[in-house]
């Protein structure tokens, strides 16, 4: 039984698929019960099979990443079927979550910090390139999660939960929020600076906007862990309970 709450039992050859062995570069963020898949299948290499139950004990986790949807750096995303074979498509990074494309969901912070030094429509653009992102995300992950569903599982249901879902959480943890946070430190500062200092407009306004640059990592994740707690509150309780996103 391993830490992840899976049983995972060796058969003979012909009881199942063969369990694919994914990169190093995901496995620290696959379950625990994967890691105990693996190690059963290196020990029994001849037979080379394993076949993971779901523990009655943890009834919403599946083995081997087989759940129905997941969540990766508190964004909620519906997690891609198993292989067929080793090839490992499962492994492929997503584009909005794992590469530099993440960053355009910080630009409206940016330019909320940049608000003293540069004109308005470069912040307003920044809004839009944030909102341009969310909506990519929205889009591709209502795709992802109606590829890996059939028509007879009621799929449309369950890509307008999805589509929905990341819509509302990315435009309040990656736009709104912290685009108001930033906003009113920055502003704050500018007037604490003025009040409080005799040095040049420039050089306040310079240091408001690198004030506000440092607290955008800082601002990320607590943001972030209050809108899964006002999401997991509010609008998700409404799901249907087959289709609400998991938090794990």
């Known amino acids: 039984m391993g830490s992840g709450g899976g049983l995972c039992v060796q058969t003979a050859p012909e009881a199942g698929p063969r369990l694919p062995i994914r990169p190093p570069r995901v496995w620290a963020r696959t379950p625990a019960c994967v890691h105990w898949c693996v190690?059963?299948?290196?020990?029994?290499?001849?037979?080379?099979?394993?076949?993971?139950?779901?523990s009655p004990a943890r009834p919403e986790r599946t083995c081997c990443g087989a759940g129905a949807s997941g969540q990766r750096g508190g964004r909620p995303f519906p997690a891609r079927a198993m292989p067929d074979s080793d090839s490992g498509r499962d492994a492929q990074p997503d584009l909005y979550r794992d590469t530099w494309v993440r960053y355009l969901g910080y630009a409206n912070e940016v330019g909320e910090a940049f608000r003293a030094i540069v004109p308005t429509s470069v912040v307003w653009l920044s809004y839009g390139v944030a909102s341009s992102y969310v909506v990519a995300d929205a889009v591709d992950k209502g795709k992802k999660t109606r590829a890996a569903l059939s028509p007879e599982s009621g799929r449309t249901a369950k890509v307008a939960v999805a589509v929905m879902d990341t819509f509302i959480w990315q435009a309040l943890a990656s736009v709104a929020i912290p685009g108001f946070t930033i906003n009113r430190l920055c502003a704050t500062s500018l007037y604490v600076l003025s009040r409080a200092t005799?040095?040049?407009l420039a050089a306040r306004k310079w240091t408001t906007t690198a004030l506000g640059l440092m607290a955008i990592p800082v601002i990320i994740h607590p943001i972030d862990r209050s809108v899964d707690?006002?999401?997991?509150?509010?609008?998700?309780?409404?799901?249907?309970?087959?289709?609400?996103?998991?938090?794990?």
């Open 198 to 200: 005799s040095w040049p």
């Open 39 to 54: 190690r059963g299948a290196v020990l029994a290499r001849a037979a080379n099979r394993v076949v993971c139950r779901r």
């Open 229 to 248: 707690f006002l999401m997991d509150s509010s609008l998700r309780k409404l799901y249907p309970s087959q289709e609400k996103p998991s938090s794990a």
